[in-house]
């Protein structure tokens, strides 16, 4: 009878004040060390993780991030003509995000956000440099991998399906080329900016919800500023060369290195060496034993 009376007070009187902190807990903005401190710790999760695993997982977000482009090329296959095209522009921007969000939310690896959340433990002396040229070249090669694979199902998809123009293809990747490789460049440099400040803005987030949003903003930009982006882009080039004799593999190299070296230099110096700069818990530490 008295354990009874007690679980009936803790029901009504504690219960819901634990409810309330956890809920202000909740709501309350995380302080910038501790977003710092969230990504060192993700980032040495991968640094420690087998080779196999990351592997995996990166080909996983190869595949899934290719959704992206399947949703464009439908929509551009069944709005072409119907509607303006800037109003149709703006509308495949919107779609863009749809396998980042499969990616980020689903906790895959994307090179391109590793270019950031990677590169934080080196910069604080917790992972060698070694360790994070492995950790790329395992992400990246299986993005890549995923992607082309991805890419080979599209290109026979139109044949199959009524809802995708094969010229669609062609059309989203010549959004990406005649362009001189400084251009490309510069433009993988906000692109890898870009997606450096959603790999800390998913951080600093405490809801899935948020997280989407963040996401969708954030990767929006990137599809209508039409920005070069290492793994969607590739896809959509590696998918054009499969569809088209217009554009050949070596459009596709020229494209994928510079937007690569863009994103990397996008990542790295201005969001996790900025980022790391202005906070820098090795520097704090050293002031409090002082």
Request: hydrophobic share 50%; no cysteine; glycine share 8%.
């Amino acid at each position: 009878m008295g354990e009874a009376i007690k679980r009936l007070i803790n029901k009504f009187f504690f219960m819901p004040k634990r409810q309330a902190d956890l809920k202000e807990a909740l709501n309350k903005p995380k302080q910038i060390d501790e977003i710092l401190e969230e990504q060192i710790e993700m980032a040495m999760h991968e640094h420690n993780r087998s080779n196999q695993d990351l592997f995996l997982s990166a080909i996983s977000a190869g595949l899934d991030v290719g959704f992206s482009v399947f949703l464009m090329a439908a929509i551009y296959s069944l709005f072409d003509g119907v509607i303006h095209p800037s109003y149709l522009h703006v509308l495949l921007a919107f779609a863009y995000p749809l396998g980042f969000i499969f990616v980020v939310v689903g906790k895959s690896e994307l090179f391109t956000e590793h270019t950031t959340l990677a590169v934080i433990p080196v910069l604080n002396r917790n992972a060698s440099i070694k360790s994070l040229m492995v950790l790329w070249g395992i992400i990246y090669s299986g993005n890549l991998l995923g992607g082309y694979f991805f890419s080979y199902l599209l290109s026979i998809l139109p044949m199959h399906l009524k809802v995708i123009n094969v010229e669609s293809f062609a059309v989203l990747a010549d959004k990406l080329l005649d362009y001189q490789w400084y251009i490309v460049l510069l433009s993988g440099v906000l692109a890898g900016w870009l997606m450096g400040l959603l790999s800390w803005l998913v951080t600093s987030s405490q809801e899935t919800i948020s997280r989407i949003l963040i996401i969708i903003f954030i990767t929006t930009v990137i599809g209508i500023g039409g920005l070069h982006h290492s793994i969607v882009g590739s896809i959509e080039i590696f998918t054009a060369v499969l569809t088209s004799n217009d554009i050949t593999l070596l459009d596709y190299g020229f494209v994928q290195l510079w937007a690569t070296v863009g994103n990397i230099i996008g990542g790295v110096v201005f969001v996790a060496f900025v980022k790391f700069s202005h906070v820098n818990p090795r520097h704090k530490r050293i002031g409090k034993q002082d």
